[in-house]
């Protein structure tokens, strides 16, 4: 398969994975924690920058439209006070994202901008790991499983694989498929605690 296709099929799968994802957000049936859609939002964009500045070419495009999606689900995640409930390890993962993120204006390579901004990406996991243990029906397992498969189409795409273009889809595309197990095996058991709600994937 072509480079081509294969950027248009990771496309095509992140509109796929996102669409309903805000829409069920918009409805009420998922709730996401709003710490974690920023910061997504905001690494996301600035990796997609920084990919095509290393070449990645038409294989950052996924990652591109998918921080302009991020971002319009964080605000609809605010919007909808989907999950306010901020614990401190919550606040210490979104202040260590924030502070983090300008040190990519410091470097002049994109492989150290990249390896901050990731770093960021997997901070933004933090509170949604903490909910996912605590409340592991509020958060849909499809969308996360879908989001490492189109982690891998992004690999696939790239016209230059280097750490600098392949380090942000592989380490988000394992934190998906992390967040997945630990989804479905907190199901398996007993209610995590008072006031979980029931997705059903």
Same mark, same amino acid.
């Given at each position: 398969m072509s480079k081509e296709l294969l950027s248009a099929a990771g496309i095509a799968l992140t509109l796929a994975i996102f669409l309903p994802y805000a829409l069920s957000v918009h409805r009420g049936r998922t709730r996401p924690h709003v710490?974690?859609?920023?910061?997504?939002a905001l690494g996301t964009f600035v990796v997609f920058l920084a990919q095509l500045?290393?070449? %990645?070419g038409i294989g950052a495009w996924p990652i591109g439209v998918s921080g302009l999606i991020t971002m319009a689900?964080?605000?609809l995640a605010w919007r909808r006070r989907a999950d306010l409930e901020i614990t401190r390890g919550d606040r210490l993962f979104?202040?260590?994202?924030?502070?983090?993120?300008p040190c990519w204006l410091l470097t002049s390579d994109p492989l150290w901008a990249v390896v901050i901004l990731t770093g960021v990406d997997l901070a933004g996991f933090g509170p949604t790991f903490r909910k996912a243990w605590q409340r592991p029906c509020e958060e849909p397992l499809w969308f996360y499983a879908l989001g490492a498969v189109r982690n891998l189409l992004v690999l696939l795409a790239l016209e230059?694989?280097?750490?600098?273009? %392949?380090?942000?889809? %592989?380490?988000?595309?394992?934190a998906c498929v992390a967040l997945v197990i630990?989804? %479905?095996?907190?199901r398996r058991g007993p209610p995590a605690g008072p006031g979980a709600r029931t997705f059903r994937t």
């Amino acid at each position: 398969m072509s480079k081509e296709l294969l950027s248009a099929a990771g496309i095509a799968l992140t509109l796929a994975i996102f669409l309903p994802y805000a829409l069920s957000v918009h409805r009420g049936r998922t709730r996401p924690h709003v710490f974690s859609w920023v910061i997504w939002a905001l690494g996301t964009f600035v990796v997609f920058l920084a990919q095509l500045a290393g070449g %990645a070419g038409i294989g950052a495009w996924p990652i591109g439209v998918s921080g302009l999606i991020t971002m319009a689900i964080a605000v609809l995640a605010w919007r909808r006070r989907a999950d306010l409930e901020i614990t401190r390890g919550d606040r210490l993962f979104f202040a260590a994202a924030l502070a983090a993120l300008p040190c990519w204006l410091l470097t002049s390579d994109p492989l150290w901008a990249v390896v901050i901004l990731t770093g960021v990406d997997l901070a933004g996991f933090g509170p949604t790991f903490r909910k996912a243990w605590q409340r592991p029906c509020e958060e849909p397992l499809w969308f996360y499983a879908l989001g490492a498969v189109r982690n891998l189409l992004v690999l696939l795409a790239l016209e230059r694989c280097s750490a600098t273009t %392949a380090l942000f889809p %592989a380490a988000v595309g394992l934190a998906c498929v992390a967040l997945v197990i630990l989804l %479905a095996w907190r199901r398996r058991g007993p209610p995590a605690g008072p006031g979980a709600r029931t997705f059903r994937t």
